[in-house]
């Protein structure tokens, strides 16, 4: 770019402003159609408005992990239900495991997701809220 500063004419300052109130799916549209109505090229727009798509579609592919750990968020109505799942799944006596239900702690660490998921699924079913990490 250059460092020449360009003035705009009130007519251009009111386009510009109603351009930048658009969505970009809106501004898409719009240079699109200039582009077929008018034959000009919009390739260093297109280039920024594809530059926020490119970083949130950056972000899941980085919280894509290979293991979770499963957390007990609350117990629930059904606590005893919870401390049955929880000592399924961890194969705590039931002292450890109804502490463990109490303190909402970590149920399973590093686990793969098909398993984390699985027990997620398992432990809200008895009725607890449980989050993956």
Known sequence: MSDTTIELSKEEKALIDALEKLNIVSLNNVVKYMEQVYGISAAAPVAVAAAPAAAGAAVPAAEEK?????????????????????????QLGLGEAKTLVDSCGMVKENAPKAEAEDIKKKLQEAGAEVELL
């Open 66 to 90: 290979s293991a979770y750990n499963v957390k007990i968020k609350n117990a629930g109505d059904k606590k005893i239900a919870v401390i049955k799942v929880v000592r399924e799944v961890t």
